[in-house]
Nanobody
């Protein structure tokens, strides 16, 4: 079981930036995908960006051009650099890990079986 601990959330004005971090352990399978999801009250978890063990990335349309996912294997940390933040980006952000499906990673929350506790992002207009 992969253990995940997020950090880096906070409050920022629209147009600002934040970098989320997710320290992971127990990651030993090269078929794993890791990613970031977000959730607002009353809604399901929405995929933001995922990355496979070879550095291949998939991002939601809402994240393209503004958010960048990266992984530092030496530091066993997953990152999400968020720039040009908008009020609609405000949410609880979760780090997740799961097995690749047919060798690929997807922005589908049900494919991920390890989750962090979440970190809150607030964006004021």
């Amino acid at each position: 079981q992969v253990q995940l601990v997020e950090s880096g959330g906070g409050s920022v004005q629209a147009g600002g930036s934040l970098r989320l971090s997710c320290a992971y352990s127990g990651y030993s399978d090269d078929r794993y995908c890791m990613g970031w999801f977000r959730q607002t009250p009353g809604n399901g978890r929405e995929g933001v960006a995922v990355i496979d063990n070879n550095g291949g990335r998939v991002s939601a349309d809402s994240a393209k051009g503004r958010f960048t996912i990266s992984k530092d294997n030496a530091k066993t940390t997953l990152y999400l650099q968020m720039d040009s933040l908008k009020p609609e980006d405000a949410a609880m952000y979760y780090c997740a890990a799961g097995r690749a499906l047919s060798g690929r990673c997807y922005l589908v929350s049900t494919l991920y079986n390890s989750w962090g506790q979440g970190t809150q992002v607030t964006v004021s207009s």
